[in-house]
């Protein structure tokens, strides 16, 4: 069973950085995917971004893909999410996640077998 760490969140102004890493216990094969999601008070767990681990990487949205990259260390296991110019509206626990989802439907949170415990980011106007 893969483990997945998170770590990296916390508290940051409006317009500063952050690196989020997801660490797994194991390698997994080139069919998976690894995929960050978050979930703000009150709302539905939403898709930030996935990287297939066979190559190429998916954005929820344009805004999304302009401040945030989902990059891996093949090496260590490790999947990151660096985010740049935060915004209060990013304020959430952050979630990565490894699964085997469609091509066309990586955004499926129900594609995901294995989940990390979160971890929080909060960003201060």
């Known amino acids: 069973q893969v483990q997945l760490i998170e770590s990296g969140g916390g508290l940051v102004q409006a317009g500063g950085s952050l690196r989020l890493s997801c660490a797994a216990s194991?390698?997994?094969?080139?069919?998976?995917?690894v995929a960050w999601f978050r979930q703000a008070p009150g709302k539905k767990r939403a898709f930030i971004a996935a990287l297939r681990l066979s190559g190429g990487t998916v954005y929820n949205t344009d805004s999304i893909k302009s401040r945030f990259t989902i990059s891996r260390d093949a090496a260590k296991n490790t999947v990151f999410l660096q985010m740049n110019t935060l915004e209060p509206e990013d304020t959430a626990v952050y979630y990565c996640a490894t699964g085997t989802p469609t091509l066309s439907n990586p955004h499926n949170p129900q594609a995901y077998n294995y989940w990390g415990q979160g971890t929080q980011v909060t960003v201060a106007s």
């Open positions: 194991e390698r997994t094969t080139s069919r998976h995917s």
